[in-house]
Protein backbone atom coordinates (compact mmCIF):
# COMPACT_ATOMS: atom_id res chain seq x y z
CA UNK A 1 0.00 0.00 0.00
CA UNK A 2 1.57 3.25 -1.19
CA UNK A 3 2.44 6.36 2.10
CA UNK A 4 0.36 8.99 1.82
CA UNK A 5 3.08 11.08 0.44
CA UNK A 6 3.79 9.42 -2.20
CA UNK A 7 -0.21 9.81 -3.74
CA UNK A 8 0.27 11.21 -7.19
CA UNK A 9 -0.16 14.77 -7.69
CA UNK A 10 -1.64 16.13 -10.76
CA UNK A 11 -0.30 19.27 -12.35
CA UNK A 12 -2.20 21.09 -15.68
CA UNK A 13 0.09 22.46 -17.63
CA UNK A 14 -2.47 23.52 -20.01
CA UNK A 15 -5.68 21.98 -21.76
CA UNK A 16 -3.95 19.54 -24.19
CA UNK A 17 -0.84 18.53 -21.65
CA UNK A 18 -1.28 16.64 -18.44
CA UNK A 19 1.21 15.46 -16.11
CA UNK A 20 1.08 13.16 -13.00
CA UNK A 21 3.64 14.20 -10.69
CA UNK A 22 4.39 11.84 -7.18
CA UNK A 23 3.96 14.17 -3.93
CA UNK A 24 7.39 13.66 -2.73
CA UNK A 25 8.88 14.89 -6.15
CA UNK A 26 6.13 17.80 -6.10
CA UNK A 27 7.06 18.98 -2.79
CA UNK A 28 10.89 18.87 -3.65
CA UNK A 29 10.30 20.81 -6.75
CA UNK A 30 8.69 23.75 -4.87
CA UNK A 31 11.03 23.82 -2.26
CA UNK A 32 14.02 24.15 -4.63
CA UNK A 33 11.58 26.55 -6.31
CA UNK A 34 11.47 28.39 -2.75
CA UNK A 35 14.90 28.24 -2.45
CA UNK A 36 16.54 29.72 -5.43
CA UNK A 37 13.84 32.53 -5.66
CA UNK A 38 15.37 33.45 -1.62
CA UNK A 39 18.35 35.57 -3.07
CA UNK A 40 16.02 37.63 -4.92
CA UNK A 41 15.71 40.16 -2.14
CA UNK A 42 19.15 40.44 -1.44
CA UNK A 43 20.40 40.90 -4.97
CA UNK A 44 17.69 43.69 -5.13
CA UNK A 45 19.52 45.43 -2.18
CA UNK A 46 22.83 45.47 -4.50
CA UNK A 47 21.01 47.87 -6.78
CA UNK A 48 21.26 51.60 -6.68
CA UNK A 49 17.47 52.42 -6.83
CA UNK A 50 16.93 50.07 -3.72
CA UNK A 51 19.69 51.94 -1.89
CA UNK A 52 18.13 55.14 -3.03
CA UNK A 53 14.49 54.03 -1.44
CA UNK A 54 15.21 52.33 1.38
CA UNK A 55 17.25 56.03 2.14
CA UNK A 56 14.17 57.79 1.63
CA UNK A 57 11.81 55.48 3.07
CA UNK A 58 14.33 55.49 6.58
CA UNK A 59 14.27 59.17 5.83
CA UNK A 60 10.69 59.91 5.67
CA UNK A 61 9.99 57.42 8.67
CA UNK A 62 12.31 59.06 10.85
CA UNK A 63 11.53 62.42 10.20
CA UNK A 64 8.03 62.01 10.99
CA UNK A 65 8.92 60.16 14.18
CA UNK A 66 10.75 63.16 15.39
CA UNK A 67 8.68 66.23 13.67
CA UNK A 68 11.06 68.94 14.73
CA UNK A 69 11.00 72.59 14.33
CA UNK A 70 11.73 74.73 11.36
CA UNK A 71 14.25 77.15 12.45
CA UNK A 72 11.97 79.95 10.95
CA UNK A 73 9.62 79.13 13.98
CA UNK A 74 11.62 79.39 17.05
CA UNK A 75 13.23 83.30 17.52
CA UNK A 76 16.10 82.08 19.17
CA UNK A 77 17.15 79.71 16.43
CA UNK A 78 16.44 82.82 13.66
CA UNK A 79 18.98 84.99 15.82
CA UNK A 80 21.76 82.70 16.19
CA UNK A 81 21.49 81.78 12.43
CA UNK A 82 21.69 85.33 11.41
CA UNK A 83 25.32 85.79 13.92
CA UNK A 84 26.72 83.26 11.94
CA UNK A 85 29.22 85.22 8.77
CA UNK A 86 28.63 83.45 5.35
CA UNK A 87 31.72 85.04 3.63
CA UNK A 88 33.35 81.67 4.26
CA UNK A 89 30.73 79.51 2.17
CA UNK A 90 31.00 82.56 -0.64
CA UNK A 91 34.82 81.75 -1.12
CA UNK A 92 34.23 77.91 -0.70
CA UNK A 93 31.58 78.27 -3.59
CA UNK A 94 33.61 80.44 -5.92
CA UNK A 95 36.22 77.92 -5.63
CA UNK A 96 34.03 75.19 -5.90
CA UNK A 97 32.76 76.89 -9.26
CA UNK A 98 36.26 76.90 -10.69
CA UNK A 99 36.84 72.97 -9.51
CA UNK A 100 33.19 72.26 -11.02
CA UNK A 101 33.56 73.83 -14.63
CA UNK A 102 37.14 72.47 -14.85
CA UNK A 103 35.87 69.01 -14.54
CA UNK A 104 32.91 69.19 -16.51
CA UNK A 105 35.06 70.53 -19.30
CA UNK A 106 37.57 67.43 -18.65
CA UNK A 107 34.88 64.93 -19.01
CA UNK A 108 33.34 66.71 -22.39
CA UNK A 109 36.98 66.47 -23.72
CA UNK A 110 37.12 62.95 -22.88
CA UNK A 111 34.02 61.87 -24.22
CA UNK A 112 34.41 63.85 -27.48
CA UNK A 113 37.26 61.82 -27.64
CA UNK A 114 36.70 58.86 -27.05
CA UNK A 115 33.16 58.73 -29.18
CA UNK A 116 35.06 57.25 -31.62
CA UNK A 117 36.41 54.55 -30.18
CA UNK A 118 33.23 53.37 -27.75
CA UNK A 119 32.12 51.38 -30.38
CA UNK A 120 35.30 48.99 -30.91
CA UNK A 121 36.52 49.66 -26.77
CA UNK A 122 33.06 49.09 -24.61
CA UNK A 123 35.66 49.49 -21.66
CA UNK A 124 35.85 53.15 -22.74
CA UNK A 125 32.47 54.00 -20.95
CA UNK A 126 33.31 52.81 -17.90
CA UNK A 127 36.04 55.14 -17.57
CA UNK A 128 34.11 58.10 -17.51
CA UNK A 129 31.33 57.50 -14.50
CA UNK A 130 34.19 58.54 -12.32
CA UNK A 131 33.76 61.71 -13.77
CA UNK A 132 30.46 62.19 -14.11
CA UNK A 133 30.13 60.99 -10.16
CA UNK A 134 32.65 63.75 -9.53
CA UNK A 135 30.65 67.04 -11.54
CA UNK A 136 27.30 65.77 -9.40
CA UNK A 137 29.60 65.90 -6.03
CA UNK A 138 30.80 69.16 -6.41
CA UNK A 139 27.46 70.47 -7.85
CA UNK A 140 25.71 69.29 -5.21
CA UNK A 141 28.57 70.96 -2.43
CA UNK A 142 28.49 73.91 -4.65
CA UNK A 143 24.31 74.41 -4.12
CA UNK A 144 24.35 73.41 -0.68
CA UNK A 145 26.74 76.79 0.07
CA UNK A 146 25.12 78.54 -1.92
CA UNK A 147 21.97 78.35 0.12
CA UNK A 148 23.87 79.32 2.73
CA UNK A 149 25.16 82.27 1.10
CA UNK A 150 21.69 83.79 -0.89
CA UNK A 151 19.14 82.76 1.98
CA UNK A 152 17.97 85.56 3.48
CA UNK A 153 15.74 83.16 6.37
CA UNK A 154 17.01 79.72 7.71
CA UNK A 155 14.45 77.49 5.95
CA UNK A 156 17.13 75.20 5.19
CA UNK A 157 17.27 74.58 9.04
CA UNK A 158 15.71 72.80 11.52
CA UNK A 159 15.54 73.83 15.84
CA UNK A 160 17.22 71.72 18.19
CA UNK A 161 15.19 70.41 20.83
CA UNK A 162 17.20 67.89 23.14
CA UNK A 163 15.99 68.98 26.76
CA UNK A 164 19.25 71.46 27.59
CA UNK A 165 18.64 75.38 28.04
CA UNK A 166 21.70 76.14 26.59
CA UNK A 167 21.22 73.73 23.37
CA UNK A 168 17.58 73.94 22.63
CA UNK A 169 16.74 76.54 20.02
CA UNK A 170 20.16 76.34 18.06
CA UNK A 171 20.07 75.63 14.51
CA UNK A 172 20.60 72.48 12.92
CA UNK A 173 21.35 72.56 9.39
CA UNK A 174 19.08 69.82 7.57
CA UNK A 175 20.95 70.58 4.53
CA UNK A 176 24.19 69.64 5.31
CA UNK A 177 22.37 66.04 6.09
CA UNK A 178 20.92 66.00 2.83
CA UNK A 179 23.99 66.52 1.47
CA UNK A 180 26.05 64.02 3.52
CA UNK A 181 23.07 61.81 1.87
CA UNK A 182 23.60 62.51 -1.54
CA UNK A 183 27.58 62.57 -1.50
CA UNK A 184 29.00 60.54 0.73
CA UNK A 185 27.37 57.44 -1.32
CA UNK A 186 28.85 58.71 -4.23
CA UNK A 187 32.12 59.23 -2.27
CA UNK A 188 32.44 55.33 -1.06
CA UNK A 189 31.20 53.73 -4.91
CA UNK A 190 34.34 56.20 -6.15
CA UNK A 191 36.41 54.70 -3.30
CA UNK A 192 34.91 51.01 -3.27
CA UNK A 193 34.00 50.37 -7.00
CA UNK A 194 36.06 52.18 -9.25
CA UNK A 195 39.19 52.98 -7.06
CA UNK A 196 39.51 49.48 -5.67
CA UNK A 197 37.60 47.56 -8.10
CA UNK A 198 35.13 45.88 -5.50
CA UNK A 199 31.75 44.12 -6.53
CA UNK A 200 28.40 46.07 -6.19
CA UNK A 201 27.55 43.51 -3.17
CA UNK A 202 30.57 44.82 -0.98
CA UNK A 203 29.75 48.22 -1.67
CA UNK A 204 25.85 47.83 -0.39
CA UNK A 205 26.64 47.26 2.91
CA UNK A 206 28.88 49.79 3.85
CA UNK A 207 26.95 52.41 2.15
CA UNK A 208 23.28 51.90 3.52
CA UNK A 209 25.00 51.58 6.96
CA UNK A 210 26.48 55.19 5.89
CA UNK A 211 23.65 56.34 5.06
CA UNK A 212 21.45 55.11 8.21
CA UNK A 213 24.02 56.20 11.32
CA UNK A 214 23.44 59.98 9.15
CA UNK A 215 20.13 59.70 9.28
CA UNK A 216 20.26 58.87 13.19
CA UNK A 217 22.88 61.39 14.24
CA UNK A 218 20.34 64.25 12.63
CA UNK A 219 17.76 62.60 14.54
CA UNK A 220 19.54 62.77 17.88
CA UNK A 221 19.02 66.83 17.77
CA UNK A 222 15.70 66.22 18.28
CA UNK A 223 15.46 63.48 21.41
CA UNK A 224 14.26 65.50 24.31
CA UNK A 225 15.71 62.35 26.46
CA UNK A 226 19.07 61.85 27.86
CA UNK A 227 19.58 58.89 27.57
CA UNK A 228 17.75 58.07 24.82
CA UNK A 229 20.04 60.69 22.53
CA UNK A 230 23.29 58.78 24.16
CA UNK A 231 22.05 55.78 23.00
CA UNK A 232 21.35 56.82 19.47
CA UNK A 233 24.64 58.74 19.35
CA UNK A 234 26.63 55.38 20.82
CA UNK A 235 24.72 53.59 17.87
CA UNK A 236 25.77 55.60 15.02
CA UNK A 237 29.59 55.50 16.39
CA UNK A 238 28.67 51.80 16.42
CA UNK A 239 27.24 52.12 12.44
CA UNK A 240 30.04 53.92 11.53
CA UNK A 241 33.05 51.74 12.91
CA UNK A 242 31.24 49.25 11.20
CA UNK A 243 30.77 50.48 8.13
CA UNK A 244 34.73 51.28 8.41
CA UNK A 245 35.41 48.01 9.12
CA UNK A 246 33.87 47.00 5.63
CA UNK A 247 36.07 49.83 3.71
CA UNK A 248 39.16 48.70 5.36
CA UNK A 249 38.33 44.86 4.27
CA UNK A 250 38.49 46.46 0.72
CA UNK A 251 41.71 47.49 1.48
CA UNK A 252 42.90 43.94 2.17
CA UNK A 253 41.05 41.92 -0.62
CA UNK A 254 42.27 44.52 -3.25
CA UNK A 255 45.85 43.94 -1.83
CA UNK A 256 45.10 40.11 -1.87
CA UNK A 257 44.42 40.69 -5.25
CA UNK A 258 47.02 43.17 -5.90
CA UNK A 259 50.10 42.08 -3.77
CA UNK A 260 52.56 44.78 -5.27
CA UNK A 261 50.03 47.55 -5.16
CA UNK A 262 50.82 50.66 -3.02
CA UNK A 263 49.20 52.22 0.44
CA UNK A 264 49.33 55.87 -1.04
CA UNK A 265 47.67 54.52 -4.75
CA UNK A 266 44.62 53.67 -5.10
CA UNK A 267 43.65 52.42 -1.26
CA UNK A 268 44.54 55.75 -0.70
CA UNK A 269 41.16 57.42 -1.34
CA UNK A 270 39.11 54.75 1.18
CA UNK A 271 41.86 55.49 4.37
CA UNK A 272 41.32 59.12 4.18
CA UNK A 273 37.31 58.96 3.47
CA UNK A 274 37.52 56.47 7.12
CA UNK A 275 39.81 59.27 8.76
CA UNK A 276 37.58 61.94 7.59
CA UNK A 277 34.11 60.63 8.72
CA UNK A 278 35.86 59.82 11.90
CA UNK A 279 36.77 63.54 12.33
CA UNK A 280 33.00 64.81 11.34
CA UNK A 281 32.22 62.32 13.87
CA UNK A 282 34.59 63.79 16.47
CA UNK A 283 33.26 67.00 15.83
CA UNK A 284 29.77 65.98 15.95
CA UNK A 285 30.32 64.59 19.52
CA UNK A 286 31.37 67.69 20.57
CA UNK A 287 28.54 70.18 19.28
CA UNK A 288 26.12 67.07 20.91
CA UNK A 289 27.58 68.26 24.78
CA UNK A 290 28.16 71.67 23.71
CA UNK A 291 31.82 71.54 23.65
CA UNK A 292 31.65 73.19 20.23
CA UNK A 293 29.60 76.70 19.00
CA UNK A 294 27.15 76.10 16.09
CA UNK A 295 29.50 78.32 13.85
CA UNK A 296 32.55 76.21 14.28
CA UNK A 297 30.48 72.71 13.74
CA UNK A 298 29.19 74.26 10.45
CA UNK A 299 32.85 75.34 9.79
CA UNK A 300 34.32 72.03 10.36
CA UNK A 301 32.09 70.21 8.57
CA UNK A 302 32.53 72.67 5.49
CA UNK A 303 36.34 71.81 5.35
CA UNK A 304 35.51 68.07 5.61
CA UNK A 305 33.04 68.24 2.93
CA UNK A 306 35.73 69.72 0.50
CA UNK A 307 38.47 68.19 1.37
CA UNK A 308 36.88 64.75 0.29
CA UNK A 309 35.74 66.18 -2.20
CA UNK A 310 38.91 67.19 -3.93
CA UNK A 311 41.00 63.93 -2.49
CA UNK A 312 38.55 62.32 -4.78
CA UNK A 313 39.16 64.28 -7.63
CA UNK A 314 42.86 64.54 -7.22
CA UNK A 315 43.25 60.58 -6.79
CA UNK A 316 40.86 60.19 -10.16
CA UNK A 317 43.36 62.22 -12.08
CA UNK A 318 45.75 60.23 -11.40
CA UNK A 319 43.88 57.01 -11.96
CA UNK A 320 42.07 58.25 -15.21
CA UNK A 321 45.80 58.61 -16.81
CA UNK A 322 47.07 55.04 -15.19
CA UNK A 323 43.81 53.49 -16.62
CA UNK A 324 44.39 54.92 -19.92
CA UNK A 325 47.98 53.70 -19.98
CA UNK A 326 46.84 50.26 -18.93
CA UNK A 327 44.34 50.33 -21.84
CA UNK A 328 46.82 51.36 -24.54
CA UNK A 329 49.27 48.76 -23.22
CA UNK A 330 46.85 45.93 -23.54
CA UNK A 331 45.95 47.09 -27.18
CA UNK A 332 49.57 46.86 -28.10
CA UNK A 333 49.58 43.84 -26.78
CA UNK A 334 46.58 41.88 -28.01
CA UNK A 335 46.83 43.47 -31.58
CA UNK A 336 48.42 40.99 -33.97
CA UNK A 337 51.14 42.49 -35.92
CA UNK A 338 52.51 40.94 -39.09
CA UNK A 339 55.86 41.09 -39.98
CA UNK A 340 57.17 40.41 -43.82
CA UNK A 341 60.70 39.66 -44.35
CA UNK A 342 62.23 41.14 -47.95
CA UNK A 343 65.39 42.31 -48.99
CA UNK A 344 66.65 45.50 -48.63
CA UNK A 345 67.56 47.43 -51.65
CA UNK A 346 70.46 49.33 -51.95
CA UNK A 347 69.64 53.12 -52.16
CA UNK A 348 70.68 54.60 -55.64
CA UNK A 349 74.04 57.23 -55.22
CA UNK A 350 72.56 60.62 -55.71
CA UNK A 351 75.18 62.87 -57.15
CA UNK A 352 75.34 66.35 -55.56
Known sequence: MPHEFDAPRTIFGSAQSVQVVPEAEFLEEVEVRVVKSSPLLTTRLHEPCAWVAITMILALIVYASVRPEWCTDVER????????????????????CAVLLHEIACLCLACRAANSAMRIIHSIRETLLPSVFLCVSFLVLFFENIVFVIGTSPWHAHS??????????????????????????????????????????????????TNAYIILAWTAHFIPSS????????????????????????????????????????????????????????????????????????????????????????????????????????????????FQRQLREEEPLMDW
Request: charged content about 15%.
Open 227 to 338: AGRMATVAACFAMYAWSSYDMIRWVTRFHSDHPDAKLFGRPFLSMSLIVIFGICGMVYLCRQYGALSTSTEKMCFMVMDTSSKLLASMAFAGLRSSQYHNMLLRMAVNTNTV
Open 77 to 96: CTAARADIPYIYHACTASAL
Open 160 to 209: MRVGDRKLDGEPVYTVIYVEWLVNVPILLILAGKYALSRPTAEIARPLLV
